[in-house]
């Protein structure tokens, strides 16, 4: 008798006419899933923890400096005995991240290629945020789904309203999710300088700027501008920090505030949202779009600045995998958000004028310009 697996594995293979008319649907789907991509979904937090133990034990920073290392040369560098190094190995040789040649190993291409570029502390920092931070909040993903609220911020207790004012019960945390926010933001802030010419701004807002590193990017590209950035006051010391150390200081002004409270700074003909609208419902997006339409000059302009996925929702994969921790930890609401979306809160803020602009990156970043 041929069971549920068994068929998904002929029909896949395209070599049975069983069952003609469901065959003919799965082969007309190209998009259908194979069973190894159902492995990969129903063991992906194995795969994960193989990749965070691969870099906390730093398997890929010895391959980088020594490659074509044995097993046993690599366990007695990282001070492993045999039988863990044996288990290591087996899991980074399977998932690619290695490549294994007669009895010796050496990073695969696109490992090797974070320490040609420079970009492997980035890297590091994104798979620590995963494992400290994403992970643990999304044990509360079905639940959160459920009570349609961030259950996962229980994960990591305290008296703030949300993630981001418990950083400071958290400092441990805090400078975790900090130092990825840092990377990430150095990795797709070329994307940002290279398709949003700020020459025609002079008074710009970064809106919830985090550590700085958005402003500090693109003041350094832009010398004619002048930025505020507004973030809650627990977190200005750290923006202020990074100003000082890339002598910004005269140019970058951090403001504390509560953006959802407190009164945008009038006078300035830019406002950006990098990496915020993804935290929010909506309703909360265009009620700060609103505020930024109010405070703008007229000719002034938005930018909105992250991860969106398409008008059809179907994807990207990044985009969809990126949601459950907007819904189930930081606070209540937010997900990557389609263009569609993001369309129809700038028009709800009162914006007519709106450029899409697809960065055509390994991330689904993308920028929206709206004008006033």
Known sequence: MTTLLNFLDVANSQKTSVDGETLRLLKDNKDSLKMSDLTMLLFGHAAFQYLYAGCELGVFELLSREPDLTKEEIGDRLNLEAYPTKCLMLGLTALKLVIKEGDTYRNSFVMQML???GIWQEFYDTVLFEARIVYVGQLDFVESLRQNRNVGLRQFP?????????????????????????????????????NVDFSKFQKVVDVSGGDATNATT?????????????????????????????????????RGVDIFVDEFPKGHDCFMFIHVLVIWTL?????????????????????????ISSDNEDGPVMAALDSPYFMALPATGGMIYSWADHEKCLRDAGFTKMERIDCNAWTPHGIIIATK
């Open 283 to 307: 309703e909360e997006n265009t009620f700060l779009l609103r505020k930024a339409y109010e405070a703008l000059e007229p000719g002034g302009s938005v930018i909105i600045f992250n991860s």
């Open 218 to 254: 693109v003041a350094a590209a832009y010398p004619n501008l002048d930025i505020t950035l507004l973030e809650i006051p627990a977190s200005c010391p750290i923006a202020q920090k990074k100003i000082d150390a890339h002598g910004l200081t005269d140019r970058i002004h951090v």
């Open 158 to 194: 305290g008296e703030g309203p949300d993630l981001y004012h418990r950083f400071i019960e958290h400092p441990e945390i805090e400078k975790v999710f900090y130092n990825y926010m840092g990377s990430w933001s150095r990795l797709a802030n070329p994307l940002l300088i290279k």
């Open 115 to 117: 320490f040609v570029d």
